[in-house]
Nanobody, 116 residues
């Protein structure tokens, strides 16, 4: 099982950018599909973006398509979420998720706040 630690969150003005990172410890990072979720206050956790084990396939929520980019570096055991053109409605805690052949892991989350 991998342990996940997110970083890169913060306060940014609308229209700005942030890059989130999720560092994984443990073995076989490249055997995990990696996904970013987010949860806004009073709302359920929602899917943001996912990337396949090799990085060759990605998928995005309609709400972030064209603005966010997910990428991974298997040599560094890290997955990234580049967020551009941020909107106040992107404000949430962002969580990293790893789904492997047997186990699933979650990070502790990183807060992203977008001011208008």
């Amino acid at each position: 099982q991998v342990q996940l630690v997110e970083s890169g969150g913060g306060l940014v003005q609308a229209g700005g950018s942030l890059r989130l990172s999720c560092a994984a410890s443990g073995r076989s990072f490249s055997t995990y599909d990696m996904t970013w979720y987010r949860q806004a206050p009073g709302k359920e956790r929602e899917f943001v973006a996912t990337i396949s084990r090799s990085g060759g396939s990605t998928r995005y929520a309609d709400s972030v398509k064209g603005r966010f980019t997910i990428a991974r570096d298997n040599a560094k055991n890290t997955v990234y979420l580049q967020m551009n053109s941020l909107k106040p409605e992107d404000t949430a805690i962002y969580y990293c998720n790893a789904v492997g052949p047997i186990t699933t892991s979650w990070g502790q989350g990183t807060q992203v706040t977008v001011s208008s």
